[in-house]
């Protein structure tokens, strides 16, 4: 057996070098405070008047602060860099192969039952059953934001033809550009500007701080998962607020969930990355034949 199959059979160990009580609790602190004080930092950059050019890409800042932030705040402390695979030499996380079959195995297993409670969603919802997000539209009541979420789907079922299952299977208009080359670009930035940055940041970083405040005292499918994964993911999803105010983001709490289970069962980070770069991706497509052209 390989190394790197000796890595796939068994799950990430959470054991991170000793840390006391005190530091723990300092790591995790540190942790949290500076998620909110990157995303708040960066709704407020946005905020101001800048000129077109250089607004389309505040979103740089976003992406280098994932990918740079972890480091810096652990440069005291490089070992955990080194353990959490986001430095101490490298924002990149070294490459596994263990990664990309873990994330090869969950896509099969989940997209196809994805995908058809997709179709099955937007079929409720474009009837007028808003049943799903009942919970959701409450809450929603309380904040500057109430009636967001229905005036959203309202607006997207506008294209819904009626049916359960989509009249074809169709991409987005995109991934036909420069001779089939837009879906190689969207591959690309989704991975490279998204998704990776995005893992090394909330999984690696984050994730793995909390673990030492609050460690893992459950297993799910053999993995130790706690309050840790549970926090960083709803700090991901509340995150993605920042960039677009809509409540059905807080959708990506759970596919955060499967992303930091991925993380502690192959410990690769490219196992999470591969597999949300797959989910956007997908995502993308299903909404494409969802609400076709006309």
């Known amino acids: ?25 300092r790591v995790a602190r540190r942790a949290v405070l500076a998620t909110v004080g990157l995303y708040l930092g960066y709704g407020l950059i946005r905020q101001l008047p800048w ?13 280098a602060g994932f990918f740079l932030l972890p480091g810096w705040m652990l440069r005291d402390r490089p070992d955990l860099a080194a353990r959490w695979q986001v430095g101490p030499d490298s924002p990149i996380p070294p490459w596994r192969r263990s990664g990309w079959r873990l994330a090869l195995i969950a896509g099969a297993l989940i997209f196809p039952v994805f995908a058809v409670g997709t179709w099955l969603f937007y079929w409720r919802v474009c009837q007028g059953d808003l049943t799903l997000l009942a919970p959701v539209i409450a809450v929603e009541s309380w904040t500057p934001g109430a009636g967001g979420l229905e005036r959203f789907f309202a607006r997207q079922c506008r294209l819904h033809p009626g049916g359960l299952w989509p009249r074809g299977i169709y991409v987005p208009s995109e991934w036909a550009q420069y001779y089939g080359l837009g879906f190689l670009r969207a591959v690309a930035v989704g ?7 995005e893992e090394v940041f909330h999984r690696g970083y984050l994730m793995s701080a909390l673990e030492q405040r609050f460690p893992p005292k459950r297993e799910v499918l053999g993995v130790p998962f706690g ?6 993911s709803a700090l991901f999803a509340l995150g993605h607020l920042v960039t677009v105010a ?15 289970w991925l993380w502690r069962r192959s410990d690769s980070l490219w196992a999470p990355a591969l597999f949300h770069v797959a989910s956007n991706l997908l995502m993308d497509m299903l909404l494409a034949s ?5």
């Open 1 to 25: 057996m390989s190394a790197s199959d000796t890595e796939a059979a068994e799950p990430a160990s959470t054991e991170a070098v000793e840390l006391s009580p005190e530091q723990a609790r």
């Open 51 to 63: 000129p077109p050019v250089i607004a389309e890409s505040i979103g740089l800042l976003l992406i």
């Open 191 to 197: 991975l490279f500007a998204v998704a990776l940055p």
């Open 227 to 232: 309050w840790a994964a549970v926090i960083s």
């Open 246 to 260: 809509n409540t059905a983001r807080l959708g990506t709490f759970f596919p955060a969930l499967v992303f930091a």
């Open 290 to 294: 969802t609400f076709p052209p006309l």
